[in-house]
């Protein structure tokens, strides 16, 4: 069932009731009792809520038959997007086989513009670079969803939602073994990265000791402490309005610890800055700007005791001194080109090779916020500053 649409629906609620009264075994392995209904004809292929269409399912078999779904149709669409297209094969590295390419953006042009050869109104969801993830049974990622609307009161754009999809996906019934260990994510700036991941680190921090039964620690870092202590403090107070939190403000050394043990910190990105911790995810923003040995010496080594740790790392394009992203980078690449599902997640939002990274076609490859919480005057201007490769870095 499409997330979030059909559960909202009085017909279908109705139904469910009926079809699940007096307890029947899932249609699917006979085994279970049912405790959803699942749709043989999905939703957006035409189906509908009537009972004809429902049948009694376990959990696990609904959500099962789910994905495999999901991942057929989004292979579909990619490859009916490729061959609609017929997207050029990318050069120097990336991917060679156009079909595993995440749909391009749809482009809006006004009349107006028509003569300037139209200027791109909005960017896309999907990265235009992405690794295949491993079989999945579910994501926490709805969890991520209403945690941001209850404590933030935002809505996470659908950018945001992709980018976090496959990193909280998960391969047993649990929902404990997750099945991404290291991520990277890179886009422009201003799109709403330090938005998603105040949501990471609050559901986390709140809810994945109750999945896993035992606290959680998260390590938060940024490549300036000053951009490290704003996620913290914009998710603070949060944390010790509605969770009890206690709070430790000492620059340099920002804390917020709940009542069963879990806490996030917040640590300045120095190889030894997280020497004597055990960590459970960790939070890295602006990774362009931060050395090998943070990662590789520093936070790494941390995570090595811990059940199904999270890195994940968040970035605008980089430079050639970025050598720890450009690495990560780099294997994302190699992966992309093996056609084979990965534990490391890469999701890129950048223009293809062959397009003039002036054009502002090029601009809403990069920029998924385009037309949500961005406009395209704001980028044009600041195109027109002297400094270029400062824009061409962050836009």
Same mark, same amino acid.
């Not at 941390?302 to 780099?330: C, Q």
């Given at each position: 069932?499409?997330?979030?649409?059909?559960? &909202?629906?009085?017909?279908?609620?109705?139904?469910?009731?009926?079809?699940?009264?007096?307890?029947?075994?899932?249609?699917?392995?006979?085994?279970?009792?049912? &405790?959803?209904? !699942?749709?043989?004809?999905?939703?957006?292929?035409?189906?509908?809520?009537?009972?004809?269409?429902?049948?009694?399912?376990?959990? *696990?078999?609904?959500? @099962?038959?789910?994905?495999?779904?999901?991942?057929?149709?989004?292979?579909?669409?990619?490859?009916?997007?490729?061959?609609?297209?017929?997207?050029?094969?990318?050069?120097?590295?990336?991917?060679?086989?156009?079909?595993?390419?995440?749909?391009?953006? +749809?482009?809006?042009?006004?009349?107006?513009?028509?003569?300037?050869?139209?200027?791109?109104?909005?960017?896309?969801?999907?990265?235009?670079?992405?690794?295949?993830?491993?079989?999945?049974? =579910?994501?926490?990622?709805?969890?991520?969803?209403?945690?941001?609307?209850?404590?933030?009161?935002?809505?996470?754009?659908?950018?945001?939602?992709?980018?976090?999809?496959?990193?909280?996906?998960?391969?047993? !019934?649990?929902?404990?073994?997750?099945?991404?260990?290291?991520?990277?994510? +890179?886009?422009? @700036?201003?799109?709403?990265?330090?938005?998603?991941?105040?949501?990471?680190?609050?559901?986390?921090?709140?809810?994945?000791?109750?999945?896993?039964?035992?606290?959680?620690?998260?390590?938060?870092?940024?490549?300036?402490?000053?951009?490290?202590?704003?996620?913290?403090?914009?998710?603070?107070?949060?944390?010790?309005?509605?969770?009890?939190?206690?709070?430790?403000?000492?620059? =340099?050394?920002?804390?917020?610890?709940?009542?069963?043990?879990?806490?996030?910190?917040?640590?300045? #990105?120095?190889?030894?800055?997280?020497?004597?911790?055990?960590?459970?995810? #960790?939070?890295? &923003?602006?990774?362009?700007?931060?050395? %090998?040995?943070?990662? !590789?010496?520093?936070?790494?080594?941390?995570?090595?005791?811990?059940?199904?740790?999270?890195?994940?790392?968040?970035?605008?394009?980089?430079?050639?001194?970025?050598?720890?992203?450009?690495?990560?980078? *780099?294997?994302?690449?190699?992966?992309?080109? /093996?056609?084979?599902?990965?534990?490391?997640?890469?999701?890129?939002?950048?223009?293809?090779?062959?397009?003039?990274?002036?054009?502002?076609?090029?601009?809403?490859?990069?920029?998924?916020?385009?037309?949500? /919480?961005?406009?395209?005057? /704001?980028?044009? +201007? %600041?195109?027109?500053?002297?400094?270029?490769?400062?824009?061409?870095?962050?836009?």
């Amino acid at each position: 069932m499409p997330r979030g649409r059909t559960t &909202d629906n009085n017909e279908y609620r109705n139904n469910r009731t009926a079809l699940l009264k007096g307890q029947p075994l899932c249609h699917w392995c006979h085994k279970k009792t049912a &405790d959803t209904a !699942d749709h043989l004809i999905e939703v957006d292929r035409g189906g509908d809520n009537s009972l004809s269409n429902l049948v009694p399912a376990c959990r *696990e078999c609904n959500s @099962r038959r789910g994905n495999q779904y999901k991942n057929a149709r989004d292979r579909q669409r990619i490859h009916d997007r490729a061959e609609a297209t017929r997207t050029p094969i990318v050069r120097d590295g990336f991917c060679s086989d156009p079909s595993l390419l995440p749909p391009s953006p +749809s482009f809006y042009f006004s009349p107006k513009d028509a003569d300037q050869r139209g200027l791109a109104r909005t960017g896309h969801d999907q990265p235009r670079l992405a690794t295949m993830s491993p079989e999945q049974k =579910g994501s926490h990622v709805d969890g991520v969803v209403d945690w941001a609307r209850k404590f933030m009161g935002v809505d996470l754009m659908e950018w945001q939602i992709a980018a976090l999809a496959d990193q909280l996906a998960f391969s047993d !019934d649990a929902g404990l073994e997750l099945v991404t260990r290291s991520s990277l994510v +890179s886009c422009a @700036r201003q799109q709403g990265k330090s938005v998603a991941l105040r949501a990471l680190a609050g559901w986390w921090l709140t809810e994945m000791p109750k999945i896993r039964g035992e606290k959680q620690t998260i390590l938060l870092m940024a490549h300036r402490l000053d951009s490290a202590a704003g996620i913290y403090e914009e998710i603070a107070e949060i944390l010790e309005q509605y969770f009890d939190a206690k709070l430790t403000r000492s620059y =340099g050394r920002l804390a917020a610890k709940l009542p069963d043990g879990s806490k996030l910190l917040v640590r300045s #990105a120095k190889p030894n800055a997280a020497h004597g911790l055990s960590v459970d995810l #960790a939070l890295v &923003d602006e990774v362009w700007g931060i050395d %090998e040995e943070v990662i !590789d010496g520093g936070i790494t080594p941390t995570m090595r005791a811990r059940r199904f740790p999270l890195l994940s790392m968040w970035s605008t394009a980089g430079t050639e001194e970025s050598k720890v992203m450009m690495r990560y980078r *780099e294997m994302g690449l190699r992966l992309i080109d /093996t056609h084979q599902p990965t534990n490391f997640h890469f999701r890129e939002w950048s223009p293809p090779p062959d397009l003039d990274p002036m054009d502002p076609i090029a601009w809403a490859y990069a920029n998924p916020a385009l037309g949500k /919480t961005l406009e395209m005057s /704001t980028i044009e +201007s %600041e195109s027109q500053l002297p400094d270029r490769a400062s824009f061409l870095r962050s836009r």
